[in-house]
């Protein structure tokens, strides 16, 4: 069974738009002429009316004041026909040419008679004539005449009167509606022949009008196929003059493909640093175990661990950071004692760190999440700490209003130039190349430890602490302002 035509099944959006536009002006250009040709019509059948009565009067007038049947000026031919019937149907009078009526209705009421002052003048001139009365109602009916042979269709208007004499006559009067038949029967032809021109232009404007408003549209389309062809993420969409829906639409499609560059850049630069960081360890490795192969006695068996030891902190890395990227989540969220953390951290260094640490706790907050994953990130931020500090390192608890809890992370070391304040947070990025990287790690401590807060809903920023030095201030949402299984951790 075929499917019933509908717009949808269209493909094309300029044709679609088309063929919306021409049946919407269809529909519209129909109900207008309809509307037109009713009106024409209504109008050419009062005026028929109108020009039927005052042919009735006339003859109603002449038989008010008396004049005989025989001596009436009626009418003839076949535009006006005109007929007398007395109260018993009968003709009295009628044109010359006029046959037979048909369908004018009954037959009109006899008027009521004219109310006035009683007339007590008995010396009142015998000689002047009595008058009758034309009734004030007219009947209008449509019916037809046969005049001359040939019937035709007629307005008729009835009208009663009353002779001098008493006798209640109807006049029936007619005009012929051929003419105005004629004239609606032309204007309805000339809009159906101009309903299809007039249909055709609307589509073919319509057509042009679109074809020009989805040419940057298309423009837009070549380009996008373009650059997913040649994989070259630095071009973009060209964005049109018009400040309109395909602009803006333009400009996110550049926004995007921006953002698309930035992110393969990112992992492109993400492989080779983690193929470069990966190739130092297992470098040492091989070299370690060609000598331990060559001469058994030379086998440094701590030094091996300590390559395998490193390796396997920087491959936990990057499955952490590959976990984060793809939105991973982690158990669902409980609540975690931050100051119990602090302390269990900072009691696991123990006194042998090269820098202690202080602790200063002024609230003893909760927050939802990971306990493992706040532990990272805490043991990041204290291990940069450490290996950066000269002598010391504080750490301050405190709560902020009713939904904060901050974290403030200070050491007594260089700090961090204004200018790296968000570059430090980068993967792989080490503000001192020349450091060895024993001391100063992958790079990517720093970058894990904010990622991990992000996904609690937290934040992590750096600046200068009041003393010198760097201050790392860690914020997350208290445990009462954030609901159990939000975000993600």
């Not at 024409?40 to 020009?51: F, I, T």
């Not at 993967?427 to 190349?433: E, P």
């Not at 790079?443 to 430890?449: E, H, K, S, V």
């Given at each position: 069974?075929?499917?019933?035509?509908t717009?949808?099944?269209?493909?094309?959006?300029?044709?679609?738009?088309?063929?919306?536009?021409?049946?919407?002006?269809a529909v519209?250009?129909?109900?207008t002429?309809?509307?037109?040709?009713?009106?024409?019509?209504?109008?050419?059948?009062?005026?028929?009316?109108?020009?039927?009565?005052?042919?009735?009067?006339?003859?109603?007038?002449?038989?008010?004041?008396?004049?005989?049947?025989?001596?009436?000026?009626?009418?003839?031919?076949?535009?006006?026909?005109?007929?007398?019937?007395?109260?018993?149907?009968?003709?009295?009078a009628?044109?010359?040419?006029?046959?037979?009526?048909?369908?004018?209705?009954?037959?009109?009421?006899k008027?009521?008679?004219?109310p006035?002052?009683?007339?007590?003048?008995?010396?009142?001139?015998?000689?002047?004539?009595?008058?009758?009365?034309?009734?004030?109602?007219?009947?209008?009916?449509?019916?037809?005449?046969?005049?001359?042979?040939?019937?035709a269709?007629?307005?008729?208007a009835?009208?009663?009167?009353?002779?001098?004499?008493?006798?209640?006559?109807?006049?029936?009067?007619?005009?012929?509606?051929?003419?105005?038949?004629?004239?609606?029967g032309?204007?309805?032809?000339a809009?159906?022949?101009?309903?299809?021109?007039?249909?055709a232009?609307?589509?073919?404007?319509?057509?042009?009008?679109?074809?020009?408003?989805?040419?940057?549209?298309?423009?837009?389309?070549?380009?996008?196929?373009?650059?997913?062809?040649?994989?070259?993420?630095?071009?973009?969409?060209?964005?049109?003059?018009?400040?309109?829906?395909?602009?803006?639409?333009?400009?996110?499609?550049?926004?995007?493909?921006?953002?698309l560059?930035?992110?393969?850049?990112?992992?492109?630069?993400?492989?080779?640093?983690?193929?470069?960081?990966?190739?130092?360890?297992?470098?040492?490795?091989?070299?370690?175990?060609?000598?331990?192969?060559?001469?058994?006695?030379?086998?440094?068996?701590?030094?091996?661990?300590?390559?395998?030891?490193?390796?396997?902190?920087l491959?936990?890395?990057?499955?952490?950071l590959?976990?984060?990227?793809?939105?991973?989540?982690?158990?669902?969220?409980?609540?975690?004692?931050?100051?119990d953390?602090?302390?269990?951290?900072?009691?696991?260094?123990?006194?042998?760190?090269?820098?202690?640490i202080?602790?200063?706790?002024?609230?003893?907050?909760?927050?939802?999440?990971?306990?493992d994953?706040?532990?990272?990130?805490?043991?990041n931020?204290?291990?940069?700490?450490?290996?950066?500090?000269?002598?010391?390192v504080?750490?301050?608890?405190?709560?902020?209003?009713?939904?904060?809890?901050?974290?403030?992370?200070t050491?007594?070391?260089p700090?961090?130039?204004?200018g790296?304040?968000?570059?430090?947070?980068e993967?792989?990025?080490?503000?001192?190349?020349a450091?060895?990287?024993?001391?100063?790690?992958a790079?990517?401590?720093?970058?894990?430890?904010r990622?991990?807060?992000?996904?609690?809903?937290?934040?992590?920023?750096?600046?200068?602490?009041?003393?010198?030095?760097?201050?790392?201030?860690?914020?997350?949402?208290?445990?009462n302002?954030r609901?159990?299984?939000?975000?993600?951790?």
């Open positions: 069974m075929p499917r019933p035509f717009f949808a099944r269209v493909a094309s959006v300029r044709a679609r738009t088309t063929l919306f536009a021409t049946a919407v002006v519209a250009l129909v109900v002429g309809l509307a037109v040709v009713l009106l024409l019509r209504a109008n050419l059948d009062r005026q028929s009316d109108l020009q039927a009565e005052v042919s009735a009067r006339e003859v109603a007038s002449q038989l008010a004041a008396g004049v005989p049947y025989a001596q009436l000026d009626v009418p003839d031919g076949d535009e006006n026909p005109v007929q007398v019937v007395d109260s018993s149907g009968r003709v009295v009628a044109g010359e040419d006029l046959s037979a009526i048909s369908g004018t209705g009954p037959a009109a009421v008027p009521a008679a004219s006035g002052p009683p007339d007590d003048d008995d010396d009142r001139d015998e000689d002047t004539p009595q008058r009758g009365e034309v009734s004030g109602d007219v009947h209008h009916s449509t019916g037809s005449a046969t005049v001359d042979g040939e019937t269709d007629y307005r008729f009835s009208i009663a009167v009353t002779t001098p004499g008493g006798e209640t006559l109807t006049v029936h009067a007619g005009t012929a509606v051929a003419t105005a038949r004629k004239a609606v032309t204007v309805t032809q809009m159906l022949a101009g309903l299809p021109v007039l249909l232009v609307v589509a073919g404007v319509t057509w042009l009008v679109t074809r020009r408003a989805l040419r940057p549209v298309a423009a837009i389309r070549t380009e996008l196929a373009e650059i997913t062809a040649s994989s070259d993420l630095t071009r973009r969409v060209p964005v049109p003059a018009s400040r309109d829906e395909v602009a803006a639409l333009a400009t996110a499609t550049n926004e995007t493909l921006a953002a560059e930035r992110s393969v850049e990112r992992q492109r630069g993400f492989v080779a640093d983690a193929s470069h960081e990966l190739r130092n360890p297992i470098a040492s490795l091989r070299t370690e175990l060609e000598v331990a192969a060559a001469h058994p006695e030379l086998l440094d068996l701590d030094g091996l661990t300590t390559e395998v030891v490193r390796l396997q902190h491959a936990a890395d990057l499955l952490l590959a976990r984060l990227d793809a939105g991973e989540q982690a158990v669902t969220p409980k609540p975690v004692a931050l100051a953390l602090l302390r269990e951290e900072v009691e696991r260094r123990g006194p042998a760190d090269r820098v202690p202080g602790i200063e706790l002024k609230a003893a907050p909760q927050v939802l999440g990971s306990r994953r706040l532990a990272r990130a805490l043991a931020l204290l291990n940069n700490a450490q290996r950066h500090a000269s002598s010391q504080n750490v301050t608890l405190r709560q902020d209003g009713d939904r904060w809890v901050v974290m403030d992370i050491d007594d070391g700090g961090v130039p204004p790296d304040r968000e570059r430090i947070f993967r792989f990025v080490r503000l001192d190349d450091r060895s990287r024993d001391e100063g790690g790079g990517l401590g720093l970058a894990i430890a990622d991990l807060l992000r996904a609690h809903g937290g934040t992590l920023t750096v600046e200068a602490a009041p003393g010198g030095g760097a201050l790392f201030r860690m914020r997350l949402p208290l445990r302002a609901t159990e299984g939000h975000g993600r951790a």
